[in-house]
Each structure stands twice: as C-alpha cells, then as structure tokens.
C-alpha cells in the first residue's frame, strides 16, 4: 500500500522569505505522479504544482518548486517571496500512473505567513 | 466550464438521520471520486465511480455508506443513520474520460455535522 508522510504539522515563516514543506512516500509502483495541493481556509483543494515521476528535471509554477528525489523517494515544495495568501494547510498526495488511480494525501502542514 | 458542484455545502444531521451528498462533475467527465476529510486529517479515498459502475469502494466504510452514479444525474454519497463520528467534510472529484492519466478537479466540499 502507498503512504504519504510529512513530518512537519506546522510551519511558519516570513513574508518575502523562502520555506520548504517536507514529504516522503512508499510505493512499490515505478509510475506514478506526485501533487503539493494547497487547502485554504475556504477548503477548497487548489492543485499547486505537479510532478511526474519518470521525468528527472523538478517542476517549477512561479513560486513553487519542488526537490524530488525519486531514490529517496522525497518531494519537498519551495515556495520562494512567501506572500500572506499563502497561509494555508499544504498536503502532498500520490497516484499511480493509470485512468481511474486514486490520490493518496499525507496530514498535511499548516503555513503561516507572518508580514 | 463550470466546475465541479457539490450540495449542499453545509449539511447537519442528528444522529440515526440519512446524509445525501451531490456531486456534480465538471461537463465531460465521467468519472467521480469521494474523499473523506475528518478533522485535523488528510483526505481519505472512499469510492471511485464510472456513469452507472462502482469502479473501487475499497475505502467505503462496509456499513451504511453507499454511493451511486447514475447514468442522468449527479453522483450521491448516501450515509444512513448518521453517528457523530461520519462529521466531516466529503469531498467530491472528477476527471474526463481516457486510458491515461487524467486530473482530478476537486469540488468545494460538503461539510456534513452531526449532532
């Protein structure tokens, strides 16, 4: 079965300043996609960034980056110039790569923004 | 393109009521996911559907959870006698049709209370 982990149930950083949110993964599978997706107060669930995993160079959205390191099977989310809309609950997910695959989160982190 | 709906929004209940959950999917899609959010948690994949087909229940509670996805209509998550512990938010998913991998496009939610 596929887990998701993030150690880190809050994280707080400072306006204009850079934070990176940890996750690690198990699978078994080669072929699969990995997702940072952001949950703001409202709870709407807001697809931040995307990660294929058969593909080496790390995704980029603006602000957002990721470190994935398949071999350790890490997918780490920078978000570089944090602004205050950023302060949200942040949760990593994977699915396999098939029609129909299911997504599976980790506990998510909360991120505070402080102007 | 509107997005997907789900209704209502806010759902309360008193315990041994019956929960009915919407899910509109986006135009296009045909398949439907729900998810379970339960306080301070991650999201949790309950039930996978195709127009007319359960296609993966495995995260279904075996008792008194049922879903359908009817060939006209939205998708309905159905929780008879409700008890405290089924408060959370559901969340509903859709993504097109293919043999690859698609994107899930979340809705707003319901959050469903029991008192």
């Known amino acids: 079965a596929q887990t998701v982990t993030q150690s880190q149930p809050e994280m707080s950083v400072q306006e204009a300043e850079t934070v990176t949110l940890s996750c690690t993964y198990d699978t078994s599978e080669s072929d699969y996609y990995l997702f940072w997706y952001k949950q703001p107060p409202s709870r709407q669930m807001i697809l931040v960034i995307r990660?294929?995993?058969?593909?080496?160079q790390n995704a980029t959205e603006n602000r957002f980056s990721v470190n994935f390191q398949k071999a350790a099977k890490s997918f780490s989310l920078k978000i570089s110039d944090s602004q205050l809309g950023d302060a949200a609950m942040y949760f990593c997910a994977y699915e396999v790569r098939a029609s129909g695959s299911r997504l599976t989160f980790g506990e998510g982190t909360q991120l505070t923004v402080n102007p | 393109n509107a997005g997907v709906m789900q209704n209502p929004r806010h759902l309360v209940r008193r315990r041994g009521q019956e929960a009915r959950l919407r899910c509109s999917p986006m135009?296009?899609?045909?398949?439907v996911y729900w998810y379970r959010q339960l306080p301070e948690e991650g999201l949790k994949f309950m039930v996978y559907l195709q127009k007319e087909n359960i296609i993966d229940e495995s995260g279904m509670p075996k008792e008194r959870f049922s879903a359908e996805f009817p060939k006209e209509g939205p998708s309905i998550l159905r929780i008879q006698q409700v008890v405290r512990g089924d408060s959370a938010a559901y969340f509903c998913a859709s993504s097109p049709p293919g043999l690859e991998f698609n994107e899930q496009f979340f809705g707003p939610g319901t959050r469903l209370t029991v008192l």
């Open positions: 990660q294929e995993a058969y593909k080496q």
């Open positions: 135009k296009g899609h045909s398949h």
